[in-house]
């Protein structure tokens, strides 16, 4: 019985013949954090992990133990011994063939979700090999619909579209990508978008697009990429594509002030309501912001750590350098600042407007703010109004937050 780690840890290597190990220790010295599995004749190190039995064996029982695996092995020989623990794409771990002479690097298994294609790259480098990479988005040098903004913590809403939507990606048919919120460097491939993908920045943009594509008799869009932190309705969305696939960026701050001894579930109560009030996603939320007394409040440190936020605590000094649209004196008497739940979201976003003005409910006030993000986007000139500059309440429309912070009369 093998020592596999306790958790996942992310590479393991593995080498069955005596070329195979000097490759394999290249490749597990360059990746870091990665176990190295070599047949027990062939062990040179003591930091090498040496089996005896059949590797069989080895891959199948420790094959969920680790989120990528780099193997020294034929690639028929790979495919026949993981057959039998093949779960799904979601969960499968990334899997790495190279041949006995560092030639090839392929990428087997879970080449997107799971990080296949990277790797292979990544190992291929290191070896100075080819790297062997067949899934359609990569071959053709287009978007990745499972993949998009992945590495900015983007998740997917509803996945039921994503394989039709990536046919019609890599099929070459027209695709409308409309981005409302989040990072905006999310095409990092070399060259320009491919002309069959147009992008938009709100909602206006891709109903006159789908009406002028309408209009001249022009194929409809095959598929809507939806990067937002709205909650659309499904009409909305049906008008502009039969599949659309929906990406949450981590676009929202939540403010949030309560009383001492609040709970958790009240706190998440409010939250919730108030988001889906406002049309506005939970997936969306990327962290809570406070003032430093509320640091260590049990309610707020529960609701962060199960929802995996950060919880981000300001100075009553901080929260006063920001304008505070419904100041309190009250609040300045209990906590040196003019308000928390308002100035605190503003801050921690890098804005000075609101997407929701504070909501008292109970023992809680919450405000939203979304973050702020700079740069273009890959339309050319496409520098989005979405990017935490555009108020949504019809107060701050008529009256812009000032640029300095504004205090009550004394």
């Given at each position: 019985m093998m020592p596999w780690p306790a958790e996942p840890r992310p590479y393991a290597v593995v080498a069955i013949t005596k070329h195979g190990a000097e490759l394999a220790r290249r490749a597990a010295a360059g990746l870091?954090?990665?176990?190295?599995?070599?047949?027990?004749?062939?062990v040179a190190t003591p930091?090498?992990?040496?089996?005896?039995?059949?590797?069989?064996?080895?891959?199948?029982?420790?094959?969920?133990?680790?989120?990528?695996?780099?193997?020294?092995?034929?690639?028929?020989?790979v495919v026949r011994m993981i057959a039998p623990v093949l779960r799904d794409k979601k969960t499968d771990p990334a899997v790495v063939v190279?041949?006995?002479?560092?030639?090839?690097?392929?990428?087997?298994?879970?080449?997107h979700l799971g990080g296949a294609n990277a790797?292979?790259?990544?190992?291929?480098?290191?070896?100075?090999?080819?790297?062997?990479?067949?899934?359609?988005?990569?071959?053709?040098?287009?978007?990745?619909?499972?993949?998009?903004?992945?590495?900015?913590?983007?998740?997917?809403?509803?996945d039921r579209h994503v394989t039709p939507a990536s046919a019609a990606v890599v099929n070459e048919e027209p695709v409308l990508v409309l981005q409302e919120s989040g990072e905006r460097g999310w095409w990092n491939r070399p060259g320009p978008l491919p002309p069959t993908i147009e992008v938009?920045?709100?909602?206006?943009?891709?109903?006159?697009?789908?009406?002028?594509?309408?209009?001249?008799g022009r194929e409809p869009y095959g598929a809507l990429l939806l990067i937002t932190d709205r909650l659309w309705a499904p009409e909305e969305l049906e008008e502009i594509a039969r599949y659309r696939v929906i990406y949450r960026p981590k676009s929202l701050i939540l403010g949030i002030g309560c009383n001492r001894g609040t709970s958790r579930e009240e706190i998440e109560a409010v939250l919730e309501g108030v988001l889906a009030d406002h049309n506005l996603a939970v997936e969306s939320v990327a962290a809570v912001a406070t003032i430093d007394h509320k640091k260590d409040e049990p309610g707020l440190i529960e609701l962060c750590r199960a929802r995996g936020w950060p919880l981000i605590a300001f100075t009553p000094e901080e929260l006063n350098e920001m304008p505070i649209p419904h100041p309190s004196e009250t609040v300045?008497?209990?906590?040196?600042?003019?308000?928390?739940?308002?100035?605190?979201?503003?801050?921690?976003?890098?804005?000075?407007?609101?997407?929701?003005?504070?909501?008292?409910?109970?023992?809680?006030?919450?405000?939203?703010?979304?973050?702020?993000?700079?740069?273009?986007?890959?339309?050319?000139?496409?520098?989005?109004?979405?990017?935490?500059?555009?108020?949504?309440?019809?107060?701050?429309?008529r009256n812009p937050a000032p640029a300095r912070p504004r205090w009550p009369s004394a």
């Open positions: 870091g954090e990665a176990d190295l599995y070599v047949s027990e004749k062939f930091a090498e992990i040496p089996f005896s039995e059949n590797v069989r064996v080895l891959l199948q029982e420790g094959f969920h133990k680790y989120r990528g695996w780099v193997l020294f092995i034929s690639l028929g020989a190279v041949d006995d002479a560092g030639r090839f690097a392929i990428s087997v298994l879970s080449g790797l292979t790259e990544r190992v291929a480098e290191l070896l100075g090999a080819t790297a062997v990479v067949t899934t359609a988005s990569d071959v053709g040098r287009t978007i990745a619909v499972d993949l998009l903004g992945r590495e900015f913590g983007w998740t997917i809403a509803d938009v920045y709100s909602r206006e943009e891709a109903v006159e697009a789908v009406r002028r594509r309408r209009e001249a300045y008497r209990y906590t040196g600042a003019y308000g928390v739940s308002e100035p605190a979201a503003m801050r921690a976003a890098g804005t000075d407007f609101l997407l929701v003005e504070k909501v008292v409910s109970g023992n809680v006030t919450l405000s939203v703010a979304r973050k702020r993000f700079t740069g273009t986007g890959p339309r050319e000139g496409g520098e989005a109004g979405w990017a935490g500059s555009a108020p949504v309440s019809s107060s701050q429309a």
